[in-house]
């Protein structure tokens, strides 16, 4: 009797550590539930965050790379680009027409802001590297005009009453640079004043006012023609 009173005692003990051990592991899983639900909410409300920092980032999987600020940065650029095509147009017949490439070549680099040229005679669009000298310096000319007449539309009270170029006619033939001195003509109306710096002696013939700089040994003069 006495043999089995301790082994009734130690089964008691026993029994009395499984079920410390229980309410141990229960307290556990009870905390862990609690914790996954907190996670669960955490990354419920942490998820549209994520999408959003990547969509203003332009770090979506297999989504055109266009990070907010460029964005933005193409919205102004298609209005420039509005104003460029304008003059682009009549410096190039109708031929040319420049715009925004927002779908890059591939889907792992930054696209928004590339810029190509649909080309009426062929009907396709190409990059605008292919451009030649002349029809490229058409194109800058095109773009900063445009970029000119933005400032003023959005920017209340500025006006650029000034415009310096600097040479880029030597690549033009003679269609071409007659095309382009029409259009700054046009825009030196009022107060406006358009300065072309060049070394083209065609270009004498097509400018009014002239302001003229001569080298020699004893250094350079300056005059001024009308």
Known sequence: MKRLGVEKEEIQEKVQEQKALWQTRKKAA???????????????????????SKT????????????????????????????ANLRFA???????HLRRAEVAANKRSQSGLELEVMDY?????????????????KASLSLALGLSDLI??????????????????????????????????????????????SHVTELKE????????KKSSRGSTVSFEV
């Open 206 to 213: 097509s400018i009014e006012k002239k302001l003229i700089v």
């Open 90 to 96: 009549e410096m190039t017949n109708g031929r040319y």
């Open 30 to 52: 009870e905390s862990a539930q609690k914790e996954l639900q907190a996670w669960k909410k955490a990354e419920k409300d942490y998820l549209p965050i994520v999408e959003l």
């Open 121 to 137: 005679f062929t009907g396709k669009a190409r990059g605008v590297k292919s451009l030649s000298g002349g029809e490229a310096f």
């Open 152 to 197: 003023q539309q959005t920017a209340g009270g500025v006006e650029i009453k000034a415009m310096f170029i600097d040479e880029g006619f030597g690549a033009l033939d003679e269609e071409s640079r007659e095309q382009a001195v029409r259009i700054l003509q046009q825009l030196s109306y009022g107060d406006r004043m358009v300065g072309i710096i």
């Open 56 to 83: 203003a980032n332009g770090e979506l999987a297999q989504k055109d790379k266009i990070a907010f600020e460029q964005f933005v940065q193409g919205f102004y650029f298609d209005r420039i680009l509005a104003a």
